[in-house]
DNA sequence: GTGAAAGCGCTAACAG
DNA sequence: CTGTTAGCGCTTTCAC
């Protein structure tokens, strides 16, 4: 509804109150405004100045049902409050947005948590989607299951177990192995890890991209110094407390969150970086780039893995075949905090 | 569509299949489905029962297009990457999608600039939303102009221009005051504030709080450490060179991000917090209360905003009275960066 | 090139 | 308490 200059309230004007105005019927009228099918470029522009001067404006919900197909794309975000800590989420947001805009699809959020995957649920069962984008990928994948049970088009950003999913995904192994080689070449001797919860597929990467920095330098990584799991900020400072009593010359972190945290704990203890300690993160931020000493960090595009991943799915929503695995670039940023 | 134990593909099963399968007719189904009129206990089980064991799930679609309703509300954040530093969005976010979520609503949402709104246009336009939450207030605010043209129910998440909308909000001007005459009162003598883009209303109530707490102390504020518009780090960074150059006790910043900008200047130059100056901030965050020393804030429940945001959005879709403004709690917390 | 009619799946009078 | 009927606004055969 919007109003007129009188500020009456004017219903909205549809496809039949054009057609009756112009003497047409509501087909021709159809056929003028989508461009699909035959008719006169005379009739053509008389209803299309037609409904620009009267504003039509066709009804979506009623080309859904017509279609069977909704124009929307779901996206799971984690609701945790952790989550909301890094920005990734909302870049991957931000740049399925802006792909989806531009293919005249709409997003429709569905914050869930590892156990509640209900408003997940909600949406796919009452048909409010064409197709879903998963952003974070976990071990054991409810969302996934549930999908395909559903057979419903999805996407996972990140790597998923499940081999048969199309996937969206940095090379998380080779791009941390990568650093981690780096860093031994450059001479660091003794290099601790410390990376989150193990049940996001991400930080298993992590540690397997870790193991094989060493295994490609020829170098056994030391145990005892390696953190995984550290879920939560008490479990980082513990890890930290336990790293300072060994001769530790670096600790890398999984991701920037961890790697705050770190940095904070260091400065507690007046530890300067690089000067007593090195230190790198596997996942960059802007806090990282802008702290003093900027840090070591691996950096990937995620507003583009969002956009690819919206790409993917309106293709695979569309019938078109979509590469199993979609590979993006990510780069090594060598920043003051390990020279 | 789903697949039964062998793999083949089901078509979605309607109310009509039920009906017919049952011997009854479409309405009773329906009404026996949503509660809605008089069905006989008897046949209201037995619906229900085959509905559940056939997987019967009712289309949104076609029930939104007979209602004229989507239950869907739109919820419009910034697209610009600042804003995604920030975790204050994703927060509103969250906590709009768990009340809608409980309300049986669905999110979408739309990324928008300053000058760009299109996709809050079609999602309007296309009707695919009921409603729409804004979750930034501006000085010129196109969102706000157009939803009023288009006589769409909405609510503003912070102060508006436009009288007549509906806000949900914190005092800002009576928080930042309260906060900024705390620290006079404790007896820090010079204070120099730096706030950001004052094209958001946020940040001019910002301002003018800070200019009340020194009017309640009968004091006066001194212009020239006085920083607006500060929408970019390099303008942070020259802002807080001014500063040191004079005899500042104290710095308080608009948000977390330009403290987090501060306090990185400040240990580049070597400056102790609170040692040698204090540093509050308008806007709290999960780094400042990390920080060492925690930062002095003014800490909102962003998730409860949104939430209340949700609500009230939804009883003013369903024709409900609400209150033109609402509200919502802040808290000060004093901590180690200005004692 | 244009139109009539059926239908997408569900809801809501209006009768019985 | 239940069924009939007519839409919601648009798309899409199938004729002419």
Same mark, same amino acid.
């Given at each position: 509804?919007?109003?007129?200059?009188?500020? #009456?309230? %004017? !219903?909205?004007?549809?496809?039949?109150? =054009?057609?009756?105005?112009?003497?047409?019927? *509501?087909?021709? $009228?159809?056929?003028?405004?989508?461009?699909?099918?035959?008719?006169?470029?005379?009739?053509?522009?008389?209803?299309?100045?037609?409904?620009?001067?009267?504003?039509?404006?066709?009804?979506?919900?009623?080309?859904?049902?017509?279609?069977?197909?909704?124009?929307?794309?779901?996206?799971?975000?984690?609701?945790?409050?952790?989550?909301?800590?890094?920005?990734?989420?909302?870049?991957?947001?931000?740049?399925?947005?802006?792909?989806?805009?531009?293919?005249?699809?709409?997003?429709?959020?569905?914050?869930?948590?590892?156990?509640?995957?209900?408003?997940?649920?909600?949406?796919?069962?009452?048909?409010?989607?064409?197709?879903?984008?998963?952003?974070?990928?976990?071990?054991?994948?409810?969302?996934? #299951?549930? %999908? !395909?049970?559903?057979?419903?088009?999805? =996407?996972?950003?990140?790597?998923?177990?499940? *081999?048969?999913? $199309?996937?969206?995904?940095?090379?998380?192994?080779?791009?941390?192995?990568?650093?981690?080689?780096?860093?031994?070449?450059?001479?660091?001797?003794?290099?601790?890890?410390?990376?989150?919860?193990?049940?996001?597929?991400?930080?298993?990467?992590?540690?397997?991209?870790?193991?094989?920095?060493?295994?490609?330098?020829?170098?056994?990584?030391?145990?005892?110094?390696?953190?995984?799991?550290?879920?939560?900020?008490?479990?980082?400072?513990?890890?930290?407390?336990?790293?300072?009593?060994?001769?530790?010359?670096?600790?890398?972190?999984?991701?920037?969150?961890?790697?705050?945290?770190?940095?904070?704990?260091?400065?507690?203890?007046?530890?300067?970086?690089?000067?007593?300690?090195?230190?790198?993160?596997?996942?960059?931020?802007?806090?990282?780039?802008?702290?003093?000493?900027?840090?070591?960090?691996?950096?990937?595009?995620?507003?583009?893995?969002?956009?690819?991943?919206?790409?993917?799915?309106?293709?695979?929503?569309?019938?078109?075949?979509?590469?199993?695995?979609?590979?993006?670039?990510?780069?090594?940023?060598?920043?003051?905090?390990?020279?």
């Amino acid at each position: 509804m919007t109003e007129n200059k009188n500020g #009456e309230i %004017l !219903k909205d004007i549809t496809i039949n109150d =054009v057609a009756k105005a112009l003497n047409l019927s *509501k087909t021709t $009228v159809s056929r003028a405004i989508s461009g699909k099918g035959r008719v006169s470029e005379a009739t053509r522009n008389l209803v299309l100045s037609y409904a620009k001067e009267h504003n039509y404006m066709p009804n979506a919900i009623a080309r859904s049902l017509a279609h069977s197909k909704t124009f929307n794309i779901g996206v799971v975000i984690p609701s945790d409050a952790d989550a909301a800590e890094t920005p990734f989420f909302q870049r991957v947001l931000m740049g399925i947005c802006e792909t989806a805009a531009s293919r005249d699809y709409d997003v429709l959020v569905a914050a869930s948590s590892e156990h509640d995957i209900s408003s997940l649920k909600r949406m796919v069962i009452n048909h409010k989607v064409d197709g879903v984008i998963l952003t974070r990928s976990l071990k054991h994948d409810s969302p996934v #299951e549930f %999908l !395909k049970q559903m057979n419903v088009p999805f =996407v996972v950003i990140g790597e998923t177990v499940d *081999k048969n999913a $199309v996937q969206v995904d940095n090379d998380m192994t080779a791009a941390c192995s990568e650093m981690t080689s780096i860093l031994i070449r450059m001479g660091i001797k003794s290099i601790a890890l410390i990376v989150g919860n193990l049940e996001y597929i991400v930080n298993r990467r992590r540690y397997d991209g870790f193991m094989r920095g060493f295994l490609e330098c020829d170098r056994i990584a030391d145990q005892s110094i390696i953190f995984q799991n550290a879920g939560s900020m008490p479990m980082v400072d513990s890890a930290v407390s336990k790293i300072l009593k060994k001769n530790v010359d670096c600790i890398i972190t999984g991701d920037d969150l961890i790697c705050g945290r770190v940095l904070t704990k260091l400065r507690e203890k007046n530890i300067s970086v690089p000067g007593e300690i090195k230190v790198a993160s596997f996942y960059n931020s802007f806090m990282l780039e802008n702290n003093n000493p900027p840090i070591t960090s691996i950096n990937i595009d995620v507003h583009a893995l969002g956009g690819t991943a919206a790409t993917t799915l309106i293709k695979l929503i569309s019938g078109g075949s979509v590469q199993r695995k979609i590979i993006m670039n990510h780069e090594i940023l060598l920043k003051k905090s390990t020279v």
